[in-house]
């Protein structure tokens, strides 16, 4: 992609976009085949995925646009249903971008796996002889999955907890056992939870205890995102509120949301409404991502903000990021269905650590967005405006009405599906 700002992408019609696409991107016509017809998962496909299969459900696929990440160009696929979402996201881009777009960094694709035993004669003992043999276990991981090995990955670290220790606690003692694997480009799941179910027989041996669990955390901690952008105050700038305005607003709603649960809710949701597109477009698990950040944002004993927000010396806008990302580019959904490999290749996407960058920058982008918005006009302003038209067709209104009926609900600000109902019968009379 030579630009990811493209100017009045939002006037074109559907067709226009996906030659640009086409033009732009190097795709064929086969390979773009899949935006074009009305079922891109086929039932066949679906049949396979998940039991018992009655249909497909689509969800709107839109373009996050003027995205600079670490100096290069995104579009970024969206498959989201709320109005507003993809416009606020490429709208704060697009100001990121003429400030030097968006910086992230990722740590290594280390996942975790756990083997819980209860019932052990004395849980120190069982503690000590588990990390006695700590290499041998991980060594015999590793030989459970061999490919994931040769492919540079594998388990690579272990470590060894006693829950539950106090003698007040209404829980029984366990011990839990943490395997830590590079998962390479793969999300992870069957990985790890072959590697623990193959080691448990052992555990349960060197632990004289009873083994239970043998699963992955969905709370990967070791498996880090960021990204970071500095903003002047100047380019915030909107309507009669100056940058400076907007700049302590964001601060304000930040700080807001730092400090109060009720708040904190909202707040990341408007966050996970970036993150969560682009991971169900790349087919991957948004249930894992999202477990992962809220877990995240509790970190500190207490539920709190996934961002950060902050004046530098200079008086710039400073957002940060840092979230948990068991995402993967290999594996799963994204190899199987056609709109999560059109999605990575529109991306120009070369490995999970590279997704996992761009996916929390979007977030990043979209809680600057909502921030924005509610620090001057308000939250509903912009989102009713590009909501009017899904209220308009909830009315009955078709073709050219749709934008018509749109425009004037905008309007006379009755942004209802009543009101659209009466003028859609004044329009057809």
């Not at 996916?359 to 308000?378: P, S, Y």
Request: proline share 3%; with cysteine.
């Amino acid at each position: 992609m030579k630009s990811s700002r493209i100017p009045g992408f939002y006037n074109m019609s559907v067709e226009q976009r996906r030659e640009l696409l086409k033009k732009e991107l190097g795709f064929s016509s086969e390979e773009l085949s899949d935006l074009y017809i009305n079922e891109p998962l086929s039932i066949d496909t679906a049949d396979k995925m998940i039991e018992n299969v009655i249909g497909t459900f689509q969800l709107p696929l839109g373009l996050g646009l003027n995205f600079l990440i670490n100096g290069k160009e995104y579009v970024i696929p969206m498959a989201i249903e709320e109005a507003s979402v993809v416009a606020s996201a490429s709208h704060i881009a697009k100001i990121v971008r003429s400030s030097g777009g968006f910086r992230t960094e990722a740590t290594e694709r280390v996942m975790i796996g756990q083997i819980q035993v209860v019932g052990c004669p004395d849980f120190q003992t069982a503690k000590r002889a588990v990390l006695n043999e700590k290499e041998a276990l991980i060594n015999a991981a590793n030989a459970a999955y061999p490919s994931i090995v040769n492919r540079g990955g594998g388990a690579q670290d272990m470590e060894v907890r006693i829950l539950n220790e106090e003698s007040d606690s209404k829980y029984g003692q366990m011990l839990v056992l943490h395997i830590y694997v590079d998962t390479c480009d793969a999300m992870g799941a069957n990985i790890i939870n072959t590697m623990v179910e193959s080691i448990a027989p052992i555990v349960e041996e060197l632990t004289k205890g009873k083994v239970y669990l043998r699963i992955l955390s969905n709370y990967a901690d070791k498996c880090l995102a960021r990204a970071r952008c500095v903003i002047p105050p100047g380019m915030l700038a909107t309507g009669d509120y100056s940058g400076e305005h907007v700049r302590d607003g964001v601060i304000h709603a930040y700080e807001f949301a730092a400090s109060d649960p009720y708040r904190a809710v909202t707040h990341n949701k408007g966050i996970m409404n970036g993150i969560d597109p682009v991971v169900i477009a790349t087919g991957n698990d948004w249930r894992a991502v999202e477990a992962g950040a809220h877990a995240y944002a509790s970190r500190h004993g207490s539920y709190g903000s996934m961002t950060t927000w902050s004046k530098d010396n200079d008086g710039n806008l400073v957002g940060e990021i840092e979230l948990p990302m068991s995402i993967g580019t290999v594996g799963g959904a994204t190899r199987v269905h056609p709109m999560a490999k059109l999605s990575l290749s529109m991306m120009n996407i070369e490995s999970a650590k590279e997704l996992a960058q761009v996916i929390v920058a979007v977030g990043l982008a979209q809680n600057l967005g909502a921030l924005k918005a509610l620090a001057t006009d308000g939250i509903q302003k912009g989102h009713m405006a590009l909501h009017s038209r899904s209220v308009a067709i909830a009315a009955g209104a078709s073709g050219e009405m749709i934008d018509i009926i749109a425009e004037k609900l905008i309007e006379l600000k009755q942004i209802r599906v009543g009101k659209a109902k009466e003028l859609v019968e004044q329009y057809k009379k």
